[in-house]
């Protein structure tokens, strides 16, 4: 079973991935697309961080995503998935700044 959540705060789109075992067990990925076209796949089990291509970011809109439209319902989902993502968001975003040179 899987479970996508589509969101976006500022310049960057998300996507909660979670994927379930057959005893329950969740497994998290967030899947970010940045303003210049490049796309990660954070994986939160591995605790690894993949480049995905165009074509592989894309791919996730030809499953069910769930529109999530303000950061209460973010957290939720986060909260849910076993994510603190505020904390999680923080260092996303200073690694963003760096990577633009800010």
Known sequence: MNNNYLFRIGP???ILNVQHSSIGYGYPRIFISFPDCSYVNL???LGALFPMS?????????NELVSLYN???V???ME???INWPELEK???EFYREYKGE
């Open 91 to 93: 260092v996303i975003f």
């Open 54 to 62: 165009e074509a592989d970011w894309s791919s996730w809109f030809d």
């Open 43 to 45: 994986d939160l089990t």
């Open 80 to 82: 849910e998935a076993g």
């Open 71 to 73: 950061i209460k319902d």
């Open 75 to 77: 957290n939720k989902k």
């Open 12 to 14: 960057l789109m998300f």
